[in-house]
């Protein structure tokens, strides 16, 4: 969809604008369009409390019914309250792996449809176009599939097969692009639009609407195939924040961090490899960070036969590391990053191993000892100081023990943040503490937590990341939230007309009275 510069008119004021893209606003624009889910006259949910409440309306859809009195007693692996509720309706018992049915069913009802636009920098399906390819994804394939199309049937539809019941990023995110075009979705997204600026403007009226301004690229004509960055501008009455988390790398601050050999985003790794300037021949990788986009790059180095250097703040047996929360068999790949961080720690207290390339693994040579994964060296509880010009880092561990490496390449992959540079002061005043940034971990945004609306400005709602859900599992109850708050905001407005009509129509009908009088 291209978009152009709107005015406001009543016309050209849209119920609701979703900025972003990704698995987020697509499902919210997925409700917004008329799918209503109901409560299938056969469907059971093996929680009895759940399902008691639910049968006392079969015939009210779930968009008419009190998510807050629905959501007392459900349990489950989020802190939002509509996330667990929607998670459980979707995938019942999805915690325990058994492919229990959904009690709820589907209706198509165009007359509950909401106009809205949905703003994205590339195609549906946002951040997991830029994803490696090949990497299988943390959750289970049926977690990352949204409501109306089955993961495991599309892809069966594509004759591909699922691993591990995993699929791989490219493969949900052509997932994602495809079930836009399903479900009828694609003239409500505006592709390849950035968004530069959020804030409120008074219409004549003293009504104050959303104006959102960015600019989206167009192919231009001619043999040169340039693009064109054309502004627009569009007004809504209300505005959605899911732009997810993965726009601005987080940074360690320290010295010689801007260093060229200093890199910030796994795809850089993808890149030195790709172009030959990483080789099996090459100077040590240092690799910063203990998530699991960290173990993928342990993963793709030590696979290149590269050396490898690992450091992280974190001990590896704390309860907090993502390691020790995943099952081994069904993530094998990430359980040996976990064994190789533990295995082959360097001590403190010892001299550093350096590590050489092709690795050496036979015992009797001296200099470095016989290991069960060569080339590879974790650093528990260290951090960095500085990063120096001539590819040497310097590592600090707790008891104020320094370490030198030298290195090829160094990845700092320890999360990042989200881009919320188009609105005032970034955002801050919208998180839980306003003196910090936004960040999904620490300082999410402060929304209501059955509507999802912002605490401090009414009108914008965030949903995905940004209020704390990584899992597209449970963002999809952010969806559900947002998508009932509004069909209520919209009933009470209608109620508040018809009943202006009538008022001005008794007004007028007793000074008609009065003047024949």
Wanted: proline share 7%.
């Amino acid at each position: 969809m291209e978009l152009h510069n709107k005015d406001t008119s009543s016309d050209d004021i849209l119920p609701v604008v979703i900025i972003g893209n990704g698995p987020s606003g697509i499902c919210l624009s997925y409700l917004l369009s008329g799918y209503t889910p109901y409560l299938s006259t056969d469907g059971c949910h093996p929680n009895p409390i759940l399902h008691s409440k639910l049968s006392e309306n079969p015939n009210l859809s779930l968009f008419d019914q009190d998510l807050e009195y629905l959501c007392e007693g459900v349990e489950g692996r989020s802190s939002n309250p509509v996330a667990v509720l929607f998670d459980a309706l979707l995938l019942p018992d999805g915690d325990f792996g058994v492919d229990c049915p959904s009690p709820l069913r589907w209706r198509y009802e165009p007359e509950r449809a909401t106009p809205h636009l949905v703003l994205g920098k590339g195609p549906p399906g946002g951040a997991w176009h830029a994803m490696e390819g090949s990497m299988l994804t943390l959750s289970l394939a049926n977690w990352m599939e949204l409501p109306g199309l089955k993961l495991k049937d599309w892809m069966r539809d594509k004759r591909r097969n699922l691993r591990n019941d995993r699929a791989t990023p490219a493969e949900i995110a052509s997932y994602y692009q495809h079930y836009v075009s399903e479900m009828g979705l694609g003239k409500r997204f505006a592709c390849g639009t950035t968004v530069t600026s959020v804030h409120r403007v008074a219409l004549e009226s003293g009504r104050t609407v959303w104006k959102i301004q960015g600019f989206q690229k167009r192919a231009k004509g001619g043999e040169e195939q340039k693009e064109l960055e054309v502004p627009f501008s569009v007004y809504a009455e209300n505005v959605v924040l899911a732009t997810g988390t993965h726009d601005i790398p987080a940074r360690l601050g320290v010295e010689g961090e801007n260093l060229p050999f200093v890199c910030h985003s796994f795809w850089e790794l993808e890149a030195a490899i790709s172009s030959g300037r990483l080789d099996r021949a090459s100077e040590p990788v240092l690799v910063v960070g203990a998530g699991l986009t960290a173990a993928d790059a342990v993963l793709a180095a030590h696979h290149l036969n590269t050396p490898v250097y690992h450091a992280f703040r974190r001990s590896v047996t704390d309860p907090a590391l993502i390691f020790n929360q995943l099952p081994k068999l069904l993530y094998p790949e990430y359980h040996k990053v976990h064994q190789m961080m533990i295995q082959q720690q360097h001590k403190e207290e010892g001299k550093v191993v350096i590590l050489s390339n092709p690795p050496v693994t036979s015992p009797s040579d001296s200099t470095i000892p016989y290991t069960s994964y060569p080339g590879y060296l974790s650093f528990p509880n260290h951090r960095v100081v500085a990063f120096k010009s001539d590819g040497k880092c310097v590592l600090e561990g707790e008891g104020g023990q320094q370490a030198t490496l030298q290195v090829s390449m160094v990845l700092v992959l320890i999360g990042a943040h989200p881009n919320l540079s188009f609105l005032s002061e970034h955002g801050r005043p919208l998180g839980l503490d306003p003196e910090e940034p936004i960040s999904c971990r620490r300082n999410a945004l402060d929304v209501d937590p059955y509507t999802y609306e912002c605490s401090k400005e009414p009108g914008m709602y965030a949903m995905g990341p940004l209020v704390g859900e990584n899992f597209v599992r449970f963002l999809k109850g952010g969806a559900l939230a947002i998508a009932c708050d509004i069909a209520r905001k919209h009933k009470t407005e209608r109620q508040s007309t018809t009943e202006n009509s009538k008022t001005s129509l008794l007004v007028n009908q007793l000074t008609s009275c009065n003047l024949e009088a």
